[in-house]
């Protein structure tokens, strides 16, 4: 007997093959009745959105993952303009990268199609359940959404209206679908539903990440564990320095492109500082210095231990390392790093050719903030998550790294 | 305290790092090296080989399999054959597949790079050490080799030999590693060394590929599962079906893209098996069709049975099955099939684009033989298997598929 998952697996899969073969104007027309239905209906969805909001309350959230919960009209009108972003998009879904015709005569071509089923799993954030589906759709993926239970109420509410709006636009409603419990159990049985899910996707916190890494049977794409570095060489401009340092640690601390751990070649200490400080200390930015550090920054650092090297702090708080030369920045880089995004800062040619050769890592910088590496700031127009693994894509992940393709092969007779 | 697999994990993710920055010349020089010792020092390998022989034969293994063991001095010219033909392959690292300057001057170019460390699990074919370990050295990439045990002799001398290679070119020994204890216990720890292996990739049969994919925490690539079919349209050159059903089936049965089951349109099945039969009684192949088919077969074929749907035979035996229209034969193969390659045989202009559309596969054929899957047929220089899953790579996998990308990123002190 098929259990209520495995029943919505199969509709997704049945829903999948509808929607790999539809066209842009379809999935487009789709998008927009989402948007229109968004917008038109926002009061039934604001009103999901109180119900979570209250029992947040009651049991005692903090204030600021109560924010992220709340939904209201500005942040609607946010979504829905994101929707009309993905609509713009050119549709990667069908495009023929390489065609060639063999010497036996085989037109043998490469055609870009989607994944199939995504599974995304991922916390307390409303948002997400529209922006990863529009994304989803327009890519021609089925997805299934498993939210986490504080937001249950609003997800049930945009799920529920955006599967009208599919049936609206005549494509089936369990292109997108909503895992309804939201019990530990219901994310562990989607991370071992191999025969209808493609790819899994977790959006979250290290933990759910890593769980889901290590758990899932399902291919899993990794996305969003930044642990990210700045190396301030000794031919580094220390003015340019200072003010990349702070703009990656403290224009948007939270994010996976924020930096975490700043590397000072030891020549360069004094003239940074004297830089960084004062920028730093607006911010009051915790600094957590290793022995060499705490000897130039005193009482304005406490010292590291271990574990701060390998920490995702996500806010206001910055590790110090110092090293001796470039390549000894690389090693610790490779080897602390999550293969996020990484920078140098260096006036030397050969050390940055060096630094992005030799730093395995999504996005490696010279002379930039490491808080570009986004969809939008790299040209792919939206993206759902940046992946931190090799395998599939790298970085931040838009339309076209949400598909796959598959060969065709036009003959006439040919044997071998 | 570290294993020893964990040590071996460990030294290949440091080779690693030499690797991946090592230009196309050192790469190839280090071929040649692996080819001039596994030709100079052949009397060697094939004395390790006679122990793997002598082993087998007392343990009663079937002449096929003893015959799959079996190197000899043309077979070994033949693996040396195969790394002449990879050195002269374009190298894809380093390669940028798109760069621009975006609004800001950032400009952001996407960069080939090695996936790192690729673990492969294969059973008993001493040629595939040398086949995978010359692939991934030429693509960058650090292997970890775990090879049967019936074959522990052959593959210990075939590494030693190659690490000798590697150094004498100065590249690290541990670029290419084989794992020497061959009990079931290291293989499943293989699937889990998450630190240091970048992707698994088994090769062999379902049983293992199954298992692997099923077990592994380590990202798999799943190769080389083939259930392919051959619709044989009723508006077919009946001649041309029977062709390619014949090719398909009987040019090499044990093989991956050779096809196990034939669904013949009603309308057509008179018409095709009148073409058919006598090339498939040439090899006495054995026909195990549904109710209609036998109804037309008689005594020629058995009864199939449900298992016979799901079964990749790697044998002179078909499955037959009769469908009422093209929706019928491409709804049975979205279920049946392995997502390999799959093949049309129409004159119809519509159902052969219907059918490339609708069909879910890897390599989708019209009018053509499913043997053509194939990393040469394709263009791509060599294979280090066929993938049947959509991440990453999808079809014959060659060098440019064993490679990620990483984002480098040229700024002048750019902020976000």
């Known amino acids: 007997m098929e259990n209520t998952l495995q029943q919505q697996g199969r509709a997704a899969r049945e829903a999948s093959r509808v929607l790999a073969t539809a066209g842009t104007e379809k999935k487009n027309a789709a998008l927009e009745a989402i948007a229109s239905v968004l917008t038109d209906r926002q009061e039934e969805w604001l009103r999901a959105n109180e119900q979570d909001l209250e029992a947040a309350e009651r049991a005692g959230m903090r204030p600021a993952l109560i924010d992220r919960l709340r939904l209201t009209p500005e942040r609607i009108a946010g979504i829905v303009e994101g929707i009309r972003q993905i609509i713009v998009l050119p549709d990667p879904i069908g495009r023929v990268d390489k065609m060639e015709t063999r010497p036996n005569g085989l037109i043998i071509g490469r055609r870009r199609v989607p994944l199939g089923v995504i599974a995304i799993i991922f916390e307390a954030r409303p948002n997400v359940t529209v922006d990863a589906a529009a994304l989803c759709l327009k890519s021609g993926n089925v997805c299934i959404l498993r939210g986490g239970r504080e937001a249950i109420h609003s997800n049930r509410c945009a799920a529920k209206l955006m599967r009208e709006a599919l049936a609206q636009a005549g494509l089936p409603g369990d292109c997108i679908s909503l895992v309804q419990d939201t019990r530990r159990e219901t994310a562990n049985e989607l991370m071992h539903l191999d025969e209808y899910v493609d790819v899994l996707i977790p959006r979250g916190g290290a933990g759910l990440i890593r769980t889901v890494a290590k758990e899932a049977s399902v291919p899993v794409i990794r996305t969003g564990e930044g642990?990210?570095?700045?190396?301030?060489?000794?031919?580094?401009?220390?003015?340019?320095?200072?003010?990349?340092?702070?703009?990656?640690?403290?224009?948007?601390?939270?994010?996976?492109?924020?930096?975490?751990?700043?590397?000072?070649?030891?020549?360069?200490?004094?003239?940074?500082?004297?830089?960084?400080?004062?920028?730093?200390?607006?911010?009051?930015?915790?600094?957590?210095?290793?022995?060499?550090?705490?000897?130039?920054?005193?009482?304005?650092?406490?010292?590291?231990?271990?574990?701060?090297?390998?920490?995702?702090?996500?806010?206001?708080?910055?590790?110090?390392?110092?090293?001796?030369?470039?390549?000894?920045?690389?090693?610790?880089?490779?080897?602390?790093?999550?293969?996020?995004?990484?920078?140098?800062?260096?006036?030397?040619?050969?050390?940055?050719?060096?630094?992005?050769?030799?730093?395995?890592?999504?996005?490696?910088?010279?002379?930039?903030?490491?808080?570009?590496?986004?969809?939008?700031?790299?040209?792919?127009?939206?993206?759902?998550?940046?992946?931190?693994?090799?395998?599939?894509?790298?970085?931040?992940?838009?339309l076209e790294e949400l598909t796959s393709y598959k060969y065709v092969i036009y003959g006439e007779g040919q044997l071998r």
Chains 1, 2 share one sequence.
């Not at 574990?307 to 995702?312: F, I, K, V």
């Open 227 to 398: 642990i990210c570095h700045i190396y301030v060489d000794n031919e580094a401009d220390m003015d340019m320095a200072a003010r990349i340092l702070y703009n990656a640690k403290c224009s948007r601390p939270s994010v996976c492109n924020a930096a975490e751990c700043v590397l000072v070649h030891r020549e360069a200490a004094e003239g940074f500082w004297e830089k960084a400080l004062p920028l730093l200390d607006g911010r009051e930015v915790e600094l957590r210095a290793d022995k060499p550090g705490m000897e130039i920054l005193g009482a304005r650092a406490l010292p590291a231990s271990e574990e701060d090297w390998d920490t995702e702090y996500g806010d206001y708080i910055l590790a110090v390392r110092t090293v001796e030369n470039l390549e000894e920045a690389i090693e610790f880089i490779n080897a602390h790093g999550t293969g996020h995004s990484e920078c140098i800062v260096t006036a030397d040619y050969f050390k940055a050719q060096r630094f992005l050769d030799a730093v395995d890592a999504a996005a490696v910088y010279v002379n930039a903030s490491t808080r570009f590496t986004d969809g939008g700031e790299f040209g792919l127009g939206a993206e759902i998550g940046i992946s931190t693994q090799k395998m599939h894509a790298r970085g931040p992940m838009g």
